[in-house]
């Protein structure tokens, strides 16, 4: 290894130190939830023997000693900040969690291994809130969020329209002409469709976009990119070759933010979910309902519910404490076999 090569496996693991740092503190204020009392000087004494007696090699007991001191006084600290924990699905730096940071910068953003798992974790009060995709301009609805949005039982407190720029990462020093695959979501993948059809690349489908950043990154494959964010540039030590890689200009995706709990805040758009009977004319009179009192319908999506039938979301202009929006959903309710009033709230769009 040359000097170059040392210093750019170097930077790798001080990425890798900080991804991992960010993570353990995550975990702490997650374990603030489940226990009764901050303070554990029993844990803390056990944890830093266990450290001094696993220093080895070039870290000394005092040093690893000291270094994990002040780890478990910062992660005390931020429990004391009693900060509210939002997950979103995939690894650190992805789109998700740049929502999350536009909803409020002050939460602090988990990683979560997959849609279930957010659902899940903010069901079960693990997390405060949880954040997840529900359509994108260019690759249409997520199915597996809708599908979950049909069964659950929490509330939609929020959204957060983003614009997504895609950007084409490889390791520092990568030679463009050499890359000949690429990895991502298939929901990336098919948003910058004409970028790799265009370059003659092979689109090999990831878990998520960030992830597929990391595995890039940590993997040392030769002729290979990942297509994700600017965020998972910087934290994943990659290069960014080419920026705004998606086949259209605007390509927007918009998140629900989920909790157990209603939103009291009020807002100015409603999300609901509904089923008919299997008739004809069922839907058209359920959607004359919200013409007749000049209520705009900014989304309807049909989602397969039980076998041979479907369920319907539909995102509307106004709010649970209009008297037109209440006598909307009260006549609503008599056309359909099940309605659910997911939740009003306000929508950010992220310019």
Known sequence: ?????????????????????????????????????????????????????????????????????????????????????????????????????????????????????????????????????????????????????????????GAVELPVHHCLLARPGTDHREIRAVYSHPQALSQCRHFIARNKLEAIPYRDTAGAAKMVAEERLKGVAAIASKLAARLYNLEIIKENIESLDRNMTRFLVLSTKENKEGGDKCSIIFSTEHKAGTLFRVLEVFAKRNLNLTRIESIPHEPGTYAFFVDFMGSNRDERVLSALAEVKEITTELKLKGCYREKKVV
């Open 1 to 157: 290894m040359n000097v170059k090569e040392i210093r750019d496996e170097i930077d790798l693991i001080d990425s890798k130190i900080l991804r991992l740092l960010n993570k353990r503190m995550g975990l702490a204020l997650q374990t603030r939830k489940l226990k009764s009392r901050l303070e554990d000087s029993q844990r803390e004494r056990e944890l830093l023997d266990k450290i001094r007696t696993a220093s080895t090699g070039l870290l000394d007991e005092e040093f690893t000693a000291k270094i994990f001191g002040e780890i478990i006084k910062h992660s005390k600290h931020l429990q004391q900040e009693v900060r509210e924990v939002i997950a979103f699905q995939g690894e650190s730096g992805a789109y998700g969690e740049m929502a999350s940071k536009e909803w409020n910068p002050e939460y602090f953003p988990v990683p979560s291994v997959d849609f279930a798992s957010v659902f899940d974790g903010v069901q079960s009060g693990l997390y405060d809130y949880g954040i997840v995709p529900v359509e994108n301009t260019l690759g249409g609805a997520v199915d597996e969020v809708n599908q979950l949005l049909i069964h659950t039982a929490l509330h939609v407190v």
